[in-house]
């Protein structure tokens, strides 16, 4: 087992340094543009995705055509499970990912998908803020570096039935992407299936699934009004979403290039999460003007859902131990 684990290390730095030959190569004609594959799990209309351009666009200006990021949305070059792996192997050497969805291998990650914790942009940027140092020490133990994220619009509920209170809930297939909505289906009574995002519209229209969590930027890239007919602004959570490249990558880089980077990304960063409001409300009147009945939730399903996320943040409190404990404090400090 040992000689096994070393040669696949050997093979993984095989791959790094042949992905920075490409990028630090000492011939002009190696210094020319390297292409850097940038999957996404997400539909190429979301507005979120369509920041990955910009981004894009502004790195191959900061460095002088030298890094060429070409994103590829839909999960088409690789699934949104498989994104962490993919840029960690050094397989493609940058990639985006919902964090929420990797919450089972480490509490920080699934912390701004617990329900009701951060419900404004500022309390979302706060929480963020609180957690950034955890989220990057987790991401950079798995050879990753942080570039920086972006904030989803508030979720709501999508349902193919009314729902007026939690009771409502008992038995419906839930669409889970992580440990805490899976953790929120059972909470509610709900039957949990777990369901990528880009496999949202195979699932709810084969029944596979019959209500989930979700924003309207996913309204629209997968036109929920051909599948559900409520949804619900509840404003669970503001999630998150990560730019990352592998760590190996990154190290070889020269500071320049880290810099121009680095620029580019928090200018990437400050534009999405401005964005999301704008968006939000753009996305909720397409889902009424193509028929979704978009609606507040009652006051009966308000309070259930707030009783469940008292419940959540206590256990992923209780999970994360003494750093969990920490960020939550430094969170409400803030607040």
């Given at each position: 087992m040992r000689k096994s684990g070393s040669v696949f290390r050997m093979l993984r730095a095989t791959v790094a340094v042949g992905l920075l030959a490409g990028l630090l190569g000492g011939t002009s004609a190696q210094a020319q543009s390297q292409r850097w594959d940038m999957p996404s799990a997400y539909g190429g209309s979301s507005f979120i995705v369509q920041s990955f351009g910009d981004f894009a666009d502004d790195v191959r200006e900061r460095t002088d055509g030298l890094i060429d990021i070409v994103v590829h949305p839909g999960g088409s070059l690789y699934q949104g499970a498989e994104i962490m792996r993919a840029v960690r192997e050094g397989q493609v050497p940058i990639g985006e990912r919902f964090m929420g969805a990797h919450a089972n291998e480490d509490p920080v990650f699934g912390l701004d998908t617990l329900p009701f914790i951060a419900n404004s942009p500022a309390e979302a940027w706060a929480l963020y803020q609180a957690s950034r140092p955890a989220l990057e020490e987790a991401l950079a133990e798995r050879g990753l570096k942080l570039l920086y994220t972006q904030i989803w619009p508030p979720q709501g509920l999508y349902s193919v039935r009314e729902i007026n209170s939690v009771e409502d809930m008992r038995g419906v297939r839930f669409r889970a992407y992580d440990a805490n909505t899976?953790?929120?289906?059972?909470?509610?009574?709900?039957?949990?299936?777990?369901t990528e995002a880009s496999e949202i519209a195979q699932a709810f229209?084969?029944?596979?699934?019959?209500?989930?969590?979700?924003?309207?930027?996913?309204?629209?890239?997968?036109?929920?009004?051909?599948?559900?007919?409520?949804?619900?602004?509840?404003?669970?959570?503001?999630?998150?979403?990560?730019?990352?490249?592998?760590?190996?990558?990154?190290?070889?880089?020269?500071?320049?290039?880290?810099?121009?980077?680095?620029?580019?990304?928090?200018?990437?960063?400050?534009?999405?999460?401005?964005?999301?409001?704008?968006?939000?409300?753009?996305?909720?009147?397409?889902?009424?003007?193509?028929?979704?009945?978009?609606?507040?939730?009652?006051?009966?399903?308000?309070?259930?859902?707030?009783?469940?996320?008292?419940?959540?943040?206590?256990?992923?409190?209780?999970?994360?131990?003494?750093?969990?404990?920490?960020?939550?404090?430094?969170?409400?400090?803030?607040?």
């Open positions: 899976s953790r929120l289906a059972e909470l509610l009574g709900a039957s949990p299936t777990r229209s084969t029944g596979i699934a019959e209500a989930m969590t979700a924003s309207g930027a996913i309204g629209i890239s997968q036109a929920m009004w051909d599948f559900v007919d409520y949804f619900y602004t509840v404003n669970a959570w503001m999630p998150k979403s990560v730019v990352f490249v592998n760590m190996d990558v990154w190290n070889g880089l020269d500071d320049a290039t880290r810099t121009a980077l680095e620029e580019a990304a928090a200018v990437a960063e400050e534009q999405v999460w401005a964005m999301m409001e704008d968006a939000n409300t753009r996305d909720l009147e397409t889902m009424r003007t193509n028929g979704l009945n978009v609606l507040e939730p009652s006051e009966a399903l308000a309070e259930g859902l707030r009783a469940i996320g008292v419940t959540m943040t206590d256990e992923w409190v209780a999970n994360a131990g003494e750093r969990g404990q920490a960020i939550v404090a430094a969170y409400r400090e803030m607040q």
